[in-house]
């Protein structure tokens, strides 16, 4: 028979290695940070991420949409691939602002993506009023959305120095986005969801 000691060790490991594998299971949260026009946040949304999502539905997708913009002296925005991408960021914010987090967002920024300045598509494609979202892109209530984007977006990560830039449960890490700008499945399978059958598969253990 095990002695007291013996059990009560036995019950510390488990419960460690049971803390381990919770932590490792836990659904992530992602924050991604992007521009509208910016052919890496396009590749990034419409094949990585997206494929992800149909891998792992229950990921946690936050879409911040500013990049490398800043605010310029006449109280408007100047963007990495123009005057556009601005209006662009500014049509997502309002979009996102109206709808659901989680697939409906999604659903939103993967067609945007998909299909760069065709804005009302999207929108209407959404389920949302194009009229409604184009007056918001005009008015001070999209500004404020780009600026709060702004504030969150040079907060939350080192500028950024890529975009898009992907931070996991609220933290951004340099190398962590750029393993998971690489190959963001393999990164979920080694970090997150070791125990999903999906990950089980040569083809996503990470490094292989």
């Known amino acids: 028979m095990k002695s007291v000691l013996?059990?009560?060790?036995?019950?510390?490991?488990?419960?460690?290695?049971?803390?381990?594998?919770?932590?490792?299971?836990?659904?992530?949260?992602?924050?991604?940070?992007y521009e509208a026009l910016c052919p890496d946040s396009r590749y990034f949304v419409t094949r990585p991420l997206h494929n992800a999502l149909q891998t792992f539905p229950e990921l946690n997708v936050k879409y911040v949409p500013f990049g490398k913009a800043s605010s310029n002296s006449y109280g408007g925005f100047d963007c990495q691939h123009g005057p556009e991408e601005c209006r662009?960021?500014?049509?997502?914010?309002?979009?996102?602002?109206?709808?659901?987090?989680?697939?409906?967002?999604?659903?939103?920024?993967?067609?945007?993506?998909?299909?760069p300045k065709q804005y009302e598509r999207c929108v209407v494609k959404s389920g949302l009023s194009w009229v409604d979202v184009e007056a918001c892109?005009?008015?001070?209530?999209?500004?404020?959305?780009?600026?709060?984007?702004?504030?969150?977006t040079k907060g939350e990560t080192d500028g950024p120095t890529f975009v898009p830039s992907i931070a996991f449960n609220n933290v951004f890490d340099k190398s962590k986005s750029t393993e998971a700008f690489n190959d963001l499945e393999s990164y979920l399978c080694a970090n997150h969801y070791s125990g999903h059958p999906k990950c089980a598969q040569q083809s996503f253990i990470f490094g292989k």
């Open 88 to 115: 662009g960021n500014i049509v997502h914010g309002c979009a996102l602002a109206r709808l659901e987090p989680g697939k409906a967002q999604h659903d939103f920024v993967y067609c945007g993506m998909l299909y």
């Open 6 to 33: 013996e059990t009560s060790f036995l019950v510390t490991l488990w419960n460690v290695v049971l803390s381990i594998v919770q932590a490792q299971e836990s659904p992530a949260h992602l924050t991604v940070y």
């Open 137 to 152: 892109s005009q008015s001070p209530e999209g500004s404020n959305y780009h600026r709060n984007f702004e504030v969150i």
